[in-house]
């Protein structure tokens, strides 16, 4: 397992608390608007940390955090996640999963185990758009659909959420996000923002009022939805 980056506190990517960022190398997918795009190989050049000076510097701030979002790269493709997650549990804080959905037996386990308390599922278009959008012509659809419905069902707190690019989604993404995900606990759109790490640059935003109508479409059958990341 490669980690590539620690933040050491934000109060944005584990709504509710006060947390640490630990960011994992390897990637099976290529979103053309990807932001960490220094993660996507496990094997590239970037820096990484040990175990040891994650939860070394976990311990000190124990007191201070509430809790660990995973995030990455997609980190359900590591094989020591659960052992690592295992000992942060032991220092008394809480796990948010960021995920792609396409490893469910994986988060399914780390589910079960009591190994994770909050899952952010990456929903990257509308199922017929997936391939363009998660960049890869197999974005193994009946995986993410199997995540869909084991987070649905289950008692897991957790969200679905969408970066939402102009070039890559249309109004009718939206539609059939809404009819695909009807009664999910909460939906969240996230604007685009260009960044100097992005795979392929040259992508923007739509406006907050675009935003605003994709808002209002899913709201038909979703019944948290909120935008993100726009002034």
């Known amino acids: 397992m490669k980690i590539c980056g620690l933040n050491k506190t934000t109060l944005l990517d ?7 960022t630990v960011f994992l190398g390897g990637c099976n997918y290529r979103c053309p608007f990807c932001h960490n795009s ?5 094997n590239n050049e970037t820096p990484a940390l040990s175990q040891e000076e994650v939860l070394t510097f976990l311990e000190k701030r ?3 955090l509430d809790g660990v979002c995973i995030t990455g790269g997609e980190p359900t493709l ?3 996640l659960p052992d690592f997650l295992r000992q942060i549990h032991s220092l008394g804080l809480s796990i948010k999963l960021d995920s792609n959905g396409t490893h469910p037996e994986v988060i399914k386990a780390l589910a079960e185990s009591g190994l994770i308390d909050a899952v952010a599922m990456d929903i990257k278009a509308s199922p017929e758009n997936y391939p363009a959008s998660a960049g890869v012509s197999e974005p193994l659809l009946d995986k993410i659909e199997e995540s869909v419905r084991f987070l649905m069902s289950g008692s897991l707190p957790y969200e679905f959420r969408t970066t939402v690019v102009k070039q ?3 109004e009718q993404d939206f539609i059939s996000i809404g009819k695909w995900l009807a ?7 996230q604007a685009y923002k260009e960044s100097p790490e992005v795979l392929k640059p040259g992508f923007s935003s739509y406006t907050r009022h675009e935003l605003e109508r994709f808002r209002d479409i899913l709201k038909k059958t979703i019944p948290i939805v909120e935008i993100r990341g726009i002034d």
């Open 62 to 64: 124990r007191r201070i």
């Open 168 to 170: 890559l989604h249309t």
């Open 38 to 42: 220094s993660l996507l190989c496990p």
């Open 78 to 80: 590591s094989a020591q």
């Open 183 to 189: 009664k999910a606990r909460a939906y969240y759109l």
């Open 14 to 20: 584990y709504p509710g608390k006060v947390a640490a």
